[in-house]
C-alpha cells in the first residue's frame, strides 16, 4: 500500500502560518542588517555585508537554516551592537560636567 500524506486545512494553516513567521523574521533581520551603519558592525568586530549575504542565501537556498542564522543576528549580533554602542557613549564625558 501507497502511503498518502493527508494534510486537514488545519494542517495547511500552520504550516502557512510557520512559513510567514520564518519570513518575517528573516526579512526584519535582513532589513535591520541593511539599515545599520557598517562603522557599527564594525566596531562589533563583524561584517554588515557578510550577515546580508549569509541570511540571504541560506534563506532561499535552505529556509530553515537562513530562519535560523536570522535569529541568530537578531539576538547575539544586534545585542553586540547594543553592547558596543553603550561602551562608546559610556566613555564619552557627561554635557553637564
Known amino acids: 500500500m501507497i502511503g498518502i500524506l493527508v494534510l486537514t486545512n488545519g494542517m495547511l ?13 528573516t526579512l526584519w533581520a535582513i532589513i535591520d542588517a541593511a539599515s545599520t551603519p ?3 558592525f564594525r566596531r562589533a568586530g563583524s561584517s554588515k555585508s557578510l ?3 549569509l541570511i540571504s542565501i541560506l ?6 537554516p537562513g530562519v535560523i542564522v536570522a535569529i541568530i543576528y537578531l ?11 553603550s561602551e562608546v557613549t559610556s566613555g564619552s564625558p557627561s ?3
Open 75 to 85: 539576538s547575539v549580533i544586534r545585542r553586540r551592537f547594543r553592547r558596543s554602542h
Open 59 to 64: 534563506y532561499f537556498l535552505t529556509v530553515y
Open 38 to 40: 557598517s562603522s557599527t
Open 13 to 25: 494553516v500552520g504550516i502557512l502560518v510557520i512559513a510567514l513567521a520564518g519570513l518575517a523574521v
Open 51 to 53: 550577515w546580508i549575504g
Open 95 to 97: 554635557p553637564t560636567g
